[in-house]
């Protein structure tokens, strides 16, 4: 079956860097463009970076824009996100999903990791 698993979160000060990543098995992953998402404690989740399934054509959520980057390696059914100059409203659960070329929904999520950022 397909997973998602993602990893690299952790608990930094503001400032910090990390990397995520998300490791996929048991889909064909060049047919699949990759997002994360983020969802904080009592919000609804919400969109942080999407990429293409060549590893093309990068979008970014103004709050994140020059701050984080996502890349994918093909070879190894993995999408990163590297998220520099964290702040405390990056703090929240971050999901990686995919979704099929062409369609709007994603057909699969990933548990999520938690980012902590503290002041």
């Known amino acids: 079956q397909v997973q998602l698993v993602e990893s690299g979160g952790g608990l930094v000060q503001a400032g910090a860097s990390l990397r995520l990543s998300c490791a996929a098995s048991?889909?064909?992953?060049?047919?699949?463009?990759m997002g994360w998402f983020r969802q904080a404690p009592g919000k609804e989740r919400e969109f942080v970076s999407v990429?293409?399934?060549?590893?093309?054509?990068?979008y970014y959520a103004e709050s994140v824009k020059g701050r984080f980057t996502i890349s994918r390696d093909n070879a190894k059914n993995t999408v990163y996100l590297q998220m520099n100059s964290l702040k405390p409203e990056d703090t929240a659960v971050y999901y990686c999903?995919?979704?099929?070329?062409?369609?709007?929904?994603?057909?699969?999520w990933g548990q999520g990791t938690q980012v902590t950022v503290s002041s």
């Open positions: 048991g889909l064909t992953f060049t047919r699949y463009v």
């Open positions: 999903a995919a979704k099929v070329i062409g369609v709007t929904r994603y057909n699969y």
């Open positions: 990429i293409s399934s060549n590893g093309g054509s990068p």
